[in-house]
């Protein structure tokens, strides 16, 4: 099975999980439990992190409710933020395509990580880069929130203030993405950036391949449609 396929089949599997025990209140109390956890692994990512794979302090649930938090904070910035600090059409506003800027990052880098932490000795598996990134999401969902609000109270000056704390929000996410990595694969900080390059890298060969699929498949579809079309032309 593919690593894409295995990825889908994990979310799959832990999703119909998670329907299942919906009306379990013990489940109910283990999300709240997990997703409390979320705010400490925001602030002390090392035992944060090392504590959610190893000693399973951490759930799928949660981390699938802190990924859509993500994609419905993002698409209330878009729509909801002043119009001095984000200027949108809304005719042409797709929230598909916000989904996507969210989702196809975050299963690339699930994908590419694991693929190559797996020839590097990374002991962390699929389920766990995704759990991790999803919880290093959550100081993202929290400032945007926050910006939201403060944007329609704050003026254009004023705005220095709105664009650092949306700096400080990817930065914040990303040092905490770097010491999930580095956690759950058992890996030096050195180790840790350099896999994650590699993980940059292994994502911009993964679009490239189906791209070029993608591209290769179009071709052929429209060459055996014109074919099709010049046979009943010259028969009728």
Do not use: C
């Not at 693929?115 to 969902?141: C, E, I, Q």
Request: no cysteine; aromatic share 14%.
């Amino acid at each position: 099975m593919s690593a894409i396929g295995r990825l889908g089949s994990n979310l799959v599997f832990h999703t119909g999980r998670t329907l299942r025990f919906a009306i379990d209140k013990a489940w109910w109390q283990h999300l709240g439990k997990t997703l409390k956890y979320a705010l400490y692994v925001a602030v002390h990512p090392i035992d944060g992190f090392w504590d959610l794979i190893h000693e399973k302090r951490g759930s799928m649930g949660a981390a699938h409710v802190i990924v859509a938090a993500t994609i419905l904070v993002e698409i209330m910035r878009l729509t909801l933020t002043s119009f001095q600090f984000v200027t949108i059409n809304m005719e042409f506003f797709n929230a598909a395509i916000v989904l996507m800027r969210i989702l196809l990052p975050l299963i690339l880098w699930t994908v590419a990580n694991w693929s190559l932490t797996t020839l590097m000795d990374g002991k962390g598996k699929m389920g766990h880069v995704y759990m991790a990134v999803a919880y290093s999401l959550l100081p993202y969902v929290i400032i945007n929130a926050v910006m939201i609000v403060m944007s329609q109270f704050i003026t254009y000056d004023e705005g220095a203030i709105y664009w650092i704390l949306a700096g400080f929000a990817v930065f914040w996410t990303a040092i905490l993405i770097l010491a999930g990595m580095m956690m759950i694969h058992d890996y030096t900080l050195a180790k840790t950036v350099g896999s994650s390059f590699l993980t940059v890298v292994g994502m911009g060969v993964m679009v490239f391949i189906f791209v070029v699929f993608f591209s290769l498949v179009s071709d052929a579809v429209s060459y055996f449609v014109s074919i099709y079309r010049e046979v009943l032309f010259r028969l009728l």
